[in-house]
């Protein structure tokens, strides 16, 4: 059984990209996480949100068993910018907002309103994951959030 072997061919290099940088955030290797992250911001924004907004809801759901409400919302987005400011530049708890209520469902998003690039959504999504997910356990669980991704299309 290889790495990554839940998830689809086509999402592997994603799934690549997106170790390499929670493992750099988790490191906080300024040079490996921008590298990393500008690998993800080249694939398709729709498909990595989807997957690292799954691993991050699975993440919520299992730190939270009885439900996640308003104050852990809030102490994730704090814990999240906290961290991040110290070593990465330009952290807008906006965006880490943003990501977090798309992971729980409950982003409603506006047509009119232009979309987050590519590499700012991936750095913050990645430090969003680094925040949650111990680097070790990660390639796991994006593996789950994987599988339940292809059960879900089928």
């Known amino acids: 059984m290889g790495r990554w072997s839940e998830v689809p061919a ?89 990501l977090l209520a798309g992971a729980l469902g409950v982003l409603e998003t506006d047509p009119d309103e232009r979309p987050i690039k590519a590499d700012v959504s991936a750095r913050h999504a990645v430090l969003l994951v680094a925040h949650l997910v111990d680097p070790g356990g990660f390639p796991r669980r994006l593996e789950r959030a994987a599988r339940e991704l292809a059960q879900n299309a089928e």
Do not use: C, K, N, Y
């Open 10 to 98: 086509v999402a592997r290099p994603i799934a690549d990209a997106a170790a390499d940088a929670v493992e750099a955030a988790a490191e906080r290797d300024r040079v490996a996480f921008d590298t990393a992250v500008g690998r993800l911001a080249g694939f398709d924004v729709a498909q990595v949100g989807l997957l690292l907004g799954t691993v991050v809801r699975h993440a919520l759901e299992e730190g939270h068993p009885d439900g996640l409400d308003s104050d852990d919302v809030r102490d994730t987005l704090t814990a999240v910018v906290r961290q991040a400011i110290e070593w990465v530049d330009a952290v807008d708890p906006q965006i880490v907002l943003l």
